[in-house]
């Protein structure tokens, strides 16, 4: 009876000391070698003799002691290993002549047991929170370090958290320090901008829309990225991560600018080329009369001629031109073949009266290739009189151009040229599509060729130009 009540007082004494040891090694407030003291403390408290018995705790250099502690040659070695490899021992001696007996000492030996599985899991959880530790520190000095604009609010707009270089800029901006918890615009009138405009993106990111905006302030551009956060399947708040662009949309703007006047460079040199492309065409003209002796019509279409270059030095020069101008010389133009191919067509030209030619400006030189290939190609292989028809009208903000003959179409007229100059390319078209490449971006110009019949038989050709109105 004496025996087990001895048992029973030995047990209770080591689940005392086992819960105790259980609480001191809950705490992450103190540091590792204060807490192994501290357990190698309690464990006498469990032992049946005090005085015969002595431990020691060793976790790598580190060596923790009873007051008492000896080497004995009885001792129990409970060996453990904690997650990061850190390898360590409970030591517990037994002086001769020891009081406890075995049973005792079997109970004592499941308690020391207990206790290094114990501090193995403790170990490992004190690591995993210095890797937790060391990461958050990182990653607040990553983030604090970084250019990016990082907070966060609650729906309430107010701040779980933020860095420092948010909190640079509030503070240079506005003059106040922000603080967590606190809503930025609370008795700060020159934040109302913020409250105003921010709100309803707030809403949004806490609607569980993930989104990015570009917003200034005094010149100065951020793109911003803002998420929802999610806790237990609710949005709880939102992150705002911000980005300074300015540079980049400064750079962008640059090689815009540097774009354009590269494509500009490019149409000057189209110009160039177009140019003599066109006065070709009218010196074979003025040739033609001077072989078929012909003076007077030679000085008068020599006349017009001299008239058209004139214009058409003045057209190429600018990349654009008011609309009269472009129409003045189409006229002219359209004078001159007439002359050479001696009333072969009939010109009608219409202008909507709400077309305002003199405030309109046009691409220069846009329309003159079409027309030329109009007569030269579609009326001129006609057999009997044809017709040519050019029209300007206003739809919404564009400038809508047709040029329309009857003449043989496109498919004849190809035919012809290959028989009779098969190694010519029609430049002031091929020359003009390339220009309305470069400057569809610009003006909104378009162009579509129409083959026209007339029961099933080719009956022209219609071009429709669309542009966009400068004025």
Same mark, same amino acid.
């Given at each position: 009876m004496?025996?087990n ?9 080591a689940l ?6 259980n ?12 807490v192994?003291?501290?357990i190698?403390q309690?464990?006498?408290n469990?032992?049946q003799?005090?005085?015969s018995?002595c431990?020691r ?13 000896v ?20 030591e ?7 009081k ?10 499941e ?6 599985d114990?501090?193995?899991?403790? !170990?490992s959880?004190?690591f995993?929170?210095?890797i937790? #530790?060391? /990461? +958050? @520190?990182?990653?607040? $000095?990553?983030?604090?370090n ?18 420092k270089?948010?909190?640079?800029i509030i ?17 700060i ?8 405009e921010?709100s ?18 005094n ?14 399947a ?11 662009i300015?540079?980049?949309?400064? !750079? ?5 600018i540097?774009n354009? #006047?590269? /494509? +500009? @460079?490019?149409?000057? $040199?189209?110009?160039?080329a ?15 009369y001077i ?15 001299s008239?058209?270059?004139?214009a ?14 472009a ?7 359209v004078?001159l073949?007439?002359?050479r ?13 709400s ?11 846009l ?8 007569i030269?190609?579609? !009326?001129n292989?006609?057999k009997?009189?044809?017709?040519? #028809?050019?029209?300007?009208a ?23 040229k290959?028989?009779?100059q098969?190694e010519?390319r029609?430049?002031?078209v ?18 579509e ?10 009956s022209g ?9 400068v004025?």
């Amino acid at each position: 009876m004496e025996q087990n009540t001895s048992l029973f007082e030995g047990e209770t004494r080591a689940l005392r000391v086992l819960y105790k040891c259980n609480q001191v090694l809950q705490r992450r407030d103190v540091p590792v070698h204060a807490v192994l003291e501290e357990i190698v403390q309690l464990l006498p408290n469990s032992w049946q003799d005090i005085d015969s018995t002595c431990a020691r705790i060793v976790v790598a250099e580190m060596e923790f002691a009873t007051p008492n502690y000896v080497q004995t040659s009885d001792v129990e070695c409970f060996q453990f290993t904690s997650k990061d490899g850190l390898q360590g021992r409970l030591e517990v001696a037994y002086a001769a002549g020891s009081k406890t007996t075995n049973e005792q000492r079997s109970k004592e030996k499941e308690l020391h047991t207990m206790l290094a599985d114990m501090i193995s899991i403790y !170990l490992s959880r004190r690591f995993d929170e210095d890797i937790v #530790r060391k /990461a +958050e @520190s990182n990653q607040r $000095a990553m983030v604090d370090n970084t250019n990016f604009i990082v907070w966060s609010v609650n729906r309430d707009y107010q701040l779980i958290s933020f860095n420092k270089p948010f909190a640079n800029i509030i503070k240079h901006r506005f003059g106040t320090t922000p603080q967590v918890g606190q809503r930025l615009t609370d008795g700060i009138d020159r934040l109302n901008r913020l409250r105003d405009e921010w709100s309803p993106l707030y809403d949004k990111a806490l609607g569980g829309e993930t989104f990015k905006i570009t917003w200034g302030f005094n010149e100065v551009y951020h793109e911003y990225t803002l998420n929802p956060i999610i806790e237990d399947a609710k949005v709880i708040g939102a992150t705002i991560f911000g980005e300074d662009i300015t540079e980049r949309l400064r !750079l962008e703007k640059e090689m815009q600018i540097m774009n354009k #006047r590269l /494509a +500009e @460079s490019r149409l000057m $040199a189209i110009r160039a080329a177009m140019n003599p492309h066109f006065i070709f065409n009218c010196l074979n003209s003025i040739q033609y009369y001077i072989m078929e002796n012909d003076q007077r019509s030679a000085v008068k279409y020599l006349s017009k001629f001299s008239k058209l270059i004139r214009a058409t030095l003045d057209n190429s020069v600018h990349s654009k031109g008011r609309l009269s101008a472009a129409i003045d010389l189409i006229i002219l133009y359209v004078e001159l073949e007439t002359l050479r191919f001696e009333g072969k067509f009939d010109f009608k030209l219409e202008i909507d009266p709400s077309v305002d030619i003199e405030s309109i400006e046009i691409p220069s030189l846009l329309i003159q290739p079409y027309v030329e290939n109009a007569i030269v190609h579609g !009326l001129n292989n006609k057999k009997d009189k044809g017709s040519l #028809r050019i029209s300007f009208a206003l739809q919404e903000k564009m400038l809508y151009i047709e040029v329309e003959d009857d003449g043989v179409g496109r498919k004849a007229a190809a035919e012809v040229k290959k028989s009779s100059q098969p190694e010519h390319r029609s430049l002031g078209v091929m020359l003009t599509e390339e220009r309305l490449k470069l400057i569809n971006g610009e003006t909104g110009a378009l162009v579509e060729t129409v083959d026209l019949e007339r029961k099933g038989v080719p009956s022209g050709t219609l071009v429709k130009i669309l542009v966009k109105v400068v004025e």
